[in-house]
């Protein structure tokens, strides 16, 4: 099994769908579709009970490529506020639900906002 550390939440660990390998740093690791481990992550995130937690949020922030500014623009807030949110873990539930519509509308298309 493989930490996956790398994509910023802490309970993502890999079965399958990875390569180790040496290198001249030391041992590597190759992930076979990275797209789409984290297309599976983020799906899993925005399906999950309860709140996102600050560091869900900035995962999928990122892939929904925004920045600070361009989310709390959509929500109708500062930038500040947003990194609080991912500081903190602690956003408004409007925007918990809000966040996951907007990823589930540009990935996946007609989503129910």
Known sequence: MYHYRECGLRNVWLTNGFDTHETAYGPGIAIHDLDGLHRTIAHGLVGKGGKLTGSELRFLRHEMDLSQAKLA?????EAQTVALWEK???????ADRFIRAIYRELNEGNAQI
């Open 73 to 77: 623009a959509m929500l109708g807030n």
């Open 88 to 94: 903190r873990g602690s956003q408004p539930k409007i």
